[in-house]
């Protein structure tokens, strides 16, 4: 174990092995504030040489990245940038509106053969509402950025549509007159295999302001899009 005083002029950069619970070390507070550091596997800046590091301990905390603490639960972990949360077994995505107000949650569970998703949401008007994955992440709270419908097999919209549909088609969530709606679907076909061309790993799921009618491409005459949350990686 090796003792690194914060007397030295840090210049850490950023790690370079996977996001770590621990974010914000530019700048160590106070003279006498000391981080211990076990050495192994990631690496960071100090006075601009690399130095390697497993873990590190400050103020009583110990924090580790993401990958080691998969490796440690024997969990994937999620880490989902825009919420600064991570989620560990399954990814969890937080439900944004447009002005980036929290209004839900929906939770994603792999089975063989698919991926069951699981959401509840307020806030919306009552009613039917267009429910799709989207092809990539949104970027701040731009929905159109989320790009088509996941559509690897290169299918028409609707589960209505003889000739297929989406793999990023959903059915339609209905809100209740308090503006909630709740629905669990299966994605068959779909995976949290990152390393697969059908993974919703970094996708967007979005809500949109209408009904979609199960046939119309691109997106079923569903109108704009309302809200939506990126699928953590």
């Known amino acids: 174990m090796k003792r690194i005083p914060s007397s030295f002029k840090w210049g850490v950069s950023g790690f370079l092995c996977g996001a770590v619970f621990f974010a914000g070390l530019a700048q160590a507070a106070s003279p006498m504030t000391q981080i211990e550091a076990s050495l192994d596997s990631l690496k960071f800046f100090?006075?601009?040489?690399?130095?390697?590091?497993?873990?590190?301990?400050?103020?009583?905390?110990?924090?580790v990245p993401l990958r080691q603490a998969t490796e440690l639960t024997?969990?994937?972990?999620?880490?989902?940038?825009?919420?600064?949360?991570?989620?560990?077994?399954?990814?969890s995505v937080v439900i944004y509106d447009a002005t980036g107000k929290e209004i839900g949650i929906a939770t994603l569970t792999p089975y063989s053969g698919g991926v069951t998703i699981e959401i509840e949401v307020s806030g919306l008007a009552p009613g039917k509402h267009g429910f799709h994955i989207h092809e990539k992440a949104f970027e701040g709270n731009d929905f159109k950025t989320a790009g088509g419908h996941f559509n690897p097999d290169g299918k028409k919209h609707g589960h209505d549509h003889r000739e297929g549909h989406h793999l990023g088609d959903l059915d339609n969530l209905?809100?209740?007159?308090?503006?909630?709606?709740?629905?669990?679907?299966n994605i068959e076909g779909a995976t949290?295999?990152?390393?697969?061309?059908?993974s919703l790993l970094g996708r967007s799921v979005i809500i949109h302001a209408a009904e979609d009618d199960g046939i119309t491409d691109p997106a079923g005459n569903s109108g704009d899009r309302i809200a939506g949350g990126v699928i953590p990686q």
């Open 174 to 185: 209905m809100a209740n007159a308090e503006g909630k709606a709740s629905l669990k679907a």
């Open 46 to 63: 100090v006075n601009g040489q690399s130095k390697p590091s497993q873990s590190i301990l400050y103020n009583g905390s110990t924090y």
């Open 74 to 91: 024997g969990q994937n972990i999620y880490w989902d940038e825009k919420a600064g949360a991570v989620s560990i077994g399954k990814p």
């Open 192 to 198: 949290l295999d990152k390393d697969s061309g059908k």
